[in-house]
């Protein structure tokens, strides 16, 4: 409290109010003011003012102006306000201009200018004001009007300038345009980087030639994209006839990356294994900012489109349907701050996916199951042709095992009907080395054969007699066996 400064401009004040600035003090520091009343040498107690910070009570205060005068256009110059205030802002001030022809009738036109600017849009020999005021947006702050400052502009130069600048992009290249009513005249072009239209400082040096407009014949010229970055940046045209040259025109604000022209991508796609692989190539273009790519696909037989969006340009497409058709196409986005752009489409790629491993399994399962169903199917097949066979189409000799009692039958014995002759055969075993066949008429009239067999290993022989003494053989045989 012993470091007290006199405030320039508020010492021996006869009114009550006084107005200051300040010149060593920093303006984000808080600062404290004291008051006091004096009457010749008496003084009062000082009063304490309420702390603050200068630079959130200041107000921005007029600009400075200065003007030049051409046939249809104002140049103006403007210094910020508040030197030492303002000092960290002074590239961040927006000026305001209200211009009017000095006449009652004439309406108010208002324009946002850099600090070194120019007015166009004039007309030749006619006196017009205008005042300005500074504003910075940030902080909300506008600041108060200057004094009004009056210009005539100049008569008519007889070269005028060239009109209606534009900008295309074509290939690789920028294609400056302009419109001229003479002919017989040479062009050239100048460029000048926009960042320096914040500053209030002289640039007039600073604008250079733009290559390839350099004492051109047509009202265009051609300079490749890559000389010009992303930024934004001024030109201006000048007309010349020998020794007489033209007023430049009117400054057009160019921004490449607004006017890059971006090519649609080319696109590949591999099938591998297990998904689909599309690989994204960037057009032939000189950028200084990554590439979005963005892939569109769908089945070939359906409309529903599916977007991916990436930076990288290897795509990778898991889960989509075995043995299905998919299409592709690819396009490059450029994000920039202000501008966003995109190229065309590229052409459609279709790509039909490999089995999966769902789908070899299922072929694996069918082949396993082919394997061992033909076998079983031909058994099967096999089983029915014989019982077919057997009830449509029987064998004429009987199976071996019934063949051999009848082999030495007479034949007419297999085909005497059932109502002449009926015989039952049957088999009386007398010990494990002889066994005797008896066949008994049924019947009256029936004939006896008696067969004697020595052992069930024989080889088979048989030994026939007479009926008679066959038939007593047996009797006997018979008895004894009963006795």
């Not at 249809?72 to 403007?78: D, Q, T």
Request: hydrophobic content about 35%; some cysteine.
């Amino acid at each position: 409290m012993n470091n007290w400064i006199q405030l320039p401009g508020c010492q021996y004040v006869a009114d009550t109010e006084c107005t200051f600035s300040f010149l060593k003090l920093n303006v984000l520091d808080e600062i404290t003011l004291r008051i006091r009343a004096e009457r010749g040498n008496s003084t009062s107690a000082w009063y304490i003012v309420d702390s603050f910070i200068p630079f959130l009570k200041a107000q921005i205060g007029p600009p400075e102006v200065h003007l030049e005068a051409e046939d249809k256009a104002v140049k103006i110059n403007i210094s910020p306000p508040g030197k030492q205030m303002w000092s960290m802002d002074r590239s961040r001030f927006i000026y305001s201009v209200v211009i009017w022809e000095n006449s009652a009738r004439t309406e108010e036109r208002t324009e946002t200018v850099y600090p070194r600017d120019m007015i166009y849009k004039l007309s030749p020999e006619t006196t017009y004001c205008l005042k300005v005021r500074a504003e910075l947006p940030l902080q909300k702050k506008v600041g108060v009007y200057s004094a009004v400052h009056c210009v005539n502009t100049t008569a008519e130069n007889k070269l005028p300038p060239p009109e209606n600048i534009e900008v295309d992009a074509a290939n690789q290249n920028y294609v400056l345009k302009w419109d001229y009513a003479f002919a017989n005249v040479t062009f050239q072009a100048q460029w000048l980087y926009g960042y320096l239209k914040q500053f209030p400082e002289d640039h007039s040096n600073k604008w250079k030639q733009i290559p390839g407009c350099v004492h051109v014949r047509t009202t265009q010229c051609v300079f490749p994209q890559r000389a010009f970055p992303d930024r934004v940046y001024f030109l201006r045209v000048q007309a010349s006839d020998g020794n007489s040259t033209s007023l430049w025109s009117e400054e057009k604000e160019f921004r490449s990356e607004a006017q890059t022209v971006i090519l649609p991508p080319v696109l590949n796609v591999k099938t591998t294994s297990h998904a689909l692989h599309a690989y994204v190539g960037a057009g032939p273009v000189d950028l200084h900012r990554p590439l979005i790519y963005e892939i569109r696909f769908w089945e070939n037989a359906s409309s529903a489109e599916s977007r991916i969006l990436q930076e990288q340009t290897d795509f990778t497409f898991p889960n989509l349907k075995p043995l299905t058709v998919y299409c592709f196409k690819a396009r490059a986005h450029l994000l920039g701050e202000k501008w966003n752009q995109s190229s065309d489409f590229s052409d459609v790629v279709c790509e039909k996916t490999k089995p999966g491993a769902t789908s070899r399994t299922w072929l694996v399962a069918g082949i396993c199951v082919l394997v061992v169903s033909v076998p079983v199917a031909v058994y099967i097949v096999k089983g029915l042709l014989r019982c077919l066979n057997y009830v449509f189409f029987p064998s004429p000799k009987p199976p071996s095992s019934i063949d051999e009692y009848f082999s030495e039958q007479p034949l007419k014995n297999l085909l005497l009907s059932p109502s002449e002759e009926r015989t039952e055969r049957c088999f009386i075993i007398e010990d494990v080395r002889s066994m005797t066949v008896l066949e008994e008429a049924k019947g009256t009239g029936g004939d006896l054969r008696a067969y004697h067999s020595q052992a069930s290993r024989d080889s088979g022989h048989y030994s026939n007699e007479d009926e008679s003494s066959g038939g007593k053989t047996s009797e006997g045989s018979v008895q004894e066996e009963s006795g």
